[in-house]
């Protein structure tokens, strides 16, 4: 995937990943500490009302379980940020593997300029060159031209068509 779509490819999926992973641990966790918790509240609420937070208010009482509430919304966060900082370590990771690859697409993209409308009397491939060199010594490694890069587009276009 990275090779032929790229880091963002790759850091979408990782992601995803992350997200189910995330949403699995919160789920086994609400599934068997939160619903026991409230459905054995004193409202007796019926049907869906009955597994909420709801089923725990009573008025006027004091209300001793909310607190399993607080801590795992706490936990919930905690979780959520743990796998988060990791996502960013990994796209870190990813961005410091890419960087250092000879020949990658990552690294032809960065060293690739365009200029457009060169002067008549220094369109050639070595005024080009040289003038680059002169601004830049050791960067250049080569200078490819294109003469009407509109026609070129157009063909392109037609030919993947």
């Known amino acids: 995937v990275l090779h032929r779509h790229g880091r963002v ?3 979408y999926f990782q992601f995803q990943v992350t997200i189910i992973k995330v949403l699995a641990v919160c789920s086994v966790l609400g599934l068997l500490v939160l619903l026991p ?3 054995t509240g004193g409202a007796h609420k019926k049907g ?3 597994t909420t937070f709801h089923n725990l208010l009573l008025p006027g009482e004091d209300i001793d379980k909310l607190w399993a509430l607080t801590v795992l919304g706490v936990a919930f966060s905690g979780i959520m940020f743990y796998h988060l900082n990791k996502l960013s370590l990994y796209k ?3 961005h410091q593997d890419s960087k250092g690859r000879r020949g ?7 060293r690739t300029l365009l200029v457009t409308n060169i002067p008549a009397q ?3 491939r070595g005024e080009v060159f040289s003038h680059f060199e002169l601004a ?6 080569c ?3 294109v003469v009407n890069g509109e026609e070129l587009s157009d063909y392109q276009q037609r030919r993947t068509s």
Request: hydrophobic share 50%.
């Open 122 to 124: 220094v369109q050639t």
């Open 136 to 141: 830049c010594p050791g960067k250049v490694r």
């Open 143 to 145: 200078v490819t031209m």
């Open 104 to 110: 990658s697409q990552w690294d032809v993209v960065r």
């Open 9 to 11: 490819a790759v850091l």
């Open 48 to 50: 869906f009302a009955g």
């Open 37 to 39: 918790i409230n459905a």
């Open 92 to 94: 870190e990771s990813l």
